[in-house]
C-alpha cells in the first residue's frame, strides 16, 4: 500500500531533550517535507527536501533540523525542543517538486512540557 | 506570495442540509486550488482539486467545488449533509509555476464543520 508513515504518533518530552519523529515513504516520490499544525493557524511549512541531500527552510524552521540521505526517508529533528514547539505534525511528499498532488502521514503529536 | 482565506473557523449544519464552507485566494498567476479533509485523529485526505478545464469539479463522498476566477474564490459544497462529513476542511493553493519549495503549497487555516442531528 502506498503511504507516508511517521513515528511516534504521540510524544510527551521535556524542555531541552533532544528527539527525533521519523518519516518514510513507499513511493519514491522526490518531494517530501515537513508542516506543523496549530489551531487558527492551519498548516505551516518547516522544512521541505526536493531531493536527496536537497533540503531547505519553509515558513517557520527555527528550531528544527532534517535530513535526506535517503529517498525515503525524512527525519525532523529538535535539537532543544520548547514548550512553543508543542503541535501536531504531519510529513508529506509528492512524487516531483511541481506535482500537485500531496500525500501526508497520520500525524505526530508533540508535546513538550 | 499566495494566501488563502477560508470564511468561518467553525460551520455547523444540520444533517441533510446543503454544505457551504467558503475559500478565497489571492495568487500572481492562475494558480491550483485543492480542498483537504482531516477527520479527527487522522492525516490530511485530498478531497478534490482544481488545476485546468472545467471549472466545477467533482470529488470523493459528494463534495463539489467550483472555481471562479473572477471572484478568486474556490468555495466546497454538497447538497446534503451527513454525520460522517464532520471533519477539518483545508483549502490550498499552488502555484504551478513555483517548482515545489517553500511556495508550493499554501493552506488557510481550516474550517471546523459540525453536524448537527
Redesign the interface.
Known amino acids: 500500500e502506498a503511504q507516508?508513515t511517521q513515528n511516534p504518533r504521540y510524544l510527551i518530552t521535556v524542555t531541552g531533550k533532544k528527539l527525533t519523529v521519523t518519516c518514510s515513504q513507499n513511493m519514491n516520490h522526490e518531494?517530501m517535507?515537513w508542516y506543523r499544525q496549530d489551531p487558527?493557524?492551519?498548516?505551516?511549512?518547516i522544512y521541505?527536501s526536493?531531493n536527496v541531500e536537497v533540503t531547505?527552510?519553509?515558513?517557520v524552521p527555527e528550531g528544527y533540523k532534517v535530513s535526506r540521505k535517503e529517498k525515503r526517508n525524512f527525519p525532523l529533528i529538535l535539537e532543544s525542543p520548547s514548550p512553543n514547539q508543542t503541535s501536531l505534525y504531519?510529513c508529506?511528499s509528492?512524487v516531483?517538486?511541481?506535482?500537485?498532488?500531496?500525500y501526508?502521514?497520520?500525524?505526530t503529536r508533540l508535546t513538550v512540557t | 506570495a499566495q494566501s488563502v482565506t477560508q470564511l468561518g473557523?467553525h460551520v455547523s449544519v444540520s444533517e441533510g442540509a446543503l454544505v457551504l464552507l467558503r475559500c478565497n485566494y489571492s495568487s500572481s498567476v492562475p494558480p491550483?486550488l485543492?480542498w483537504?479533509v482531516q477527520y479527527p485523529?487522522?492525516?490530511?485526505?485530498?478531497l478534490l482539486?482544481y488545476?485546468t478545464g472545467a471549472t466545477l469539479v467533482k470529488g470523493i463522498n459528494g463534495f463539489e467545488a467550483e472555481f471562479k476566477k473572477s471572484e478568486t474564490s474556490f468555495h466546497l459544497t454538497k447538497p446534503s449533509a451527513h454525520m460522517s462529513d464532520a471533519a477539518e476542511y483545508?483549502c490550498a493553493v499552488?502555484d504551478?509555476y513555483?517548482?515545489?519549495?517553500?511556495d508550493?503549497?499554501t493552506?488557510?487555516?481550516?474550517t471546523h464543520l459540525i453536524i448537527q442531528p
Do not use: C, H, I, W
Open positions: 507516508v518531494y517535507s487558527g493557524l492551519g498548516l505551516r511549512q521541505y526536493m531547505d527552510k519553509g515558513d504531519f508529506a509528492r516531483r517538486p511541481n506535482s500537485y498532488e500531496q501526508f502521514g497520520p500525524g | 473557523s491550483y485543492f483537504y485523529n487522522q492525516g490530511l485526505q485530498l482539486k488545476t483545508f499552488s504551478p513555483s517548482g515545489g519549495g517553500a508550493g503549497l493552506f488557510g487555516k481550516g
